[in-house]
C-alpha cells in the first residue's frame, strides 16, 4: 500500500484532528498530493490538494477551517482540520498524483482510508 492514513477518530462540532498520511515511495517526494473524502450516501470529493512546491487549493466546504501541508523530507502529508462540523463526517483518503490533485479527474494513489465522525 502506497499511502498510509492515520489520525482519524470521533470528535465533537467544533474540535479538531489532525490526519497524517505516510507515503511508502521517495517519488512521491515529486507528486502531488491530497485528501479526497467520502460521506454516507455521497460521492466522494476533493477534500484539499498540494503540490510538490506546497501550492494549495481547498474545497469551498473547508476553506478557512481545514489546512494541508507536507514534509517531503518525511513523505508525509497532513490535514489539520478545525472546527469540525457533523458534516465533515466521512472517510477520508490520502491520495496522490504525477500531475495534481484538484477535483477534475482521479488521482492515481489512494490510501485505504481513515474514519472521521464529528459528532453534535
Known amino acids: 500500500v502506497p499511502l498510509v492514513e492515520s489520525g482519524g477518530g470521533l470528535v465533537q462540532a467544533g474540535g479538531s484532528l489532525r490526519l497524517s498520511c505516510v507515503a511508502s515511495?521517495?517519488?512521491?517526494?515529486?507528486?502531488?498530493m491530497g485528501w479526497y473524502r467520502r460521506a454516507p450516501g455521497k460521492q466522494r470529493e476533493l477534500v484539499a490538494g498540494?503540490?510538490?512546491?506546497?501550492?494549495?487549493n481547498y474545497a469551498d466546504s473547508v476553506k478557512g477551517r481545514f489546512t494541508i501541508s507536507r514534509d517531503n523530507a518525511k513523505i508525509e502529508v497532513y490535514l489539520q482540520m478545525d472546527n469540525l462540523e457533523p458534516e465533515d463526517t466521512a472517510v477520508y483518503y490520502c491520495v496522490g498524483d504525477r500531475e495534481s490533485v484538484t477535483s477534475s479527474f482521479v488521482p492515481d494513489y489512494w490510501g485505504q482510508g481513515t474514519q472521521v465522525t464529528v459528532s453534535s
Open positions: 498540494i503540490s510538490s512546491r506546497g501550492n494549495t
Open positions: 515511495e521517495s517519488i512521491f517526494r515529486l507528486y502531488a
